[in-house]
Nanobody, 120 residues
């Protein structure tokens, strides 16, 4: 059994910053790529970016230069640092992780999401 839990969402003013976290726990042999997605009301879920085991990142054009993804392999955690936030960044933010469990079976796991609201 593997659990993915996000935390750190909340209300922030335009131009502000927020960091959301995601921790993976359970029957883990290893974690490969980890990623962040978001879904705004009435819109499809979109990829924000991802990070490999070795720290290589890629980002959607809409967040490049404002958002930074990092990870702590010792803690099975991935972070999303969001700066210069805009109202259009308002969404539920989801983490996913490609996890290999102790039976050496790999699959993608998703968290339940954390709400980020950018408003004055």
């Amino acid at each position: 059994q593997v659990q993915v839990v996000e935390s750190g969402g909340g209300l922030v003013q335009p131009g502000g910053s927020l960091r959301v976290s995601c921790v993976v726990s359970g029957s883990i042999f290893g974690i490969n790529a980890m990623g962040w997605y978001r879904q705004a009301p009435g819109k499809q879920r979109e990829l924000i970016g991802s990070i490999t085991t070795y720290g290589r990142t890629n980002y959607a054009d809409s967040v490049k230069g404002r958002f930074t993804i990092s990870r702590d392999n010792a803690k099975n955690a991935v972070y999303l640092q969001m700066n210069s936030l805009k109202p259009e960044d308002t969404a539920v933010y989801y983490c996913n992780a490609e996890v290999t469990n102790r039976n050496r079976v790999s699959r993608l796991y998703w968290g339940q999401g954390t709400q980020v609201t950018v408003s004055s």
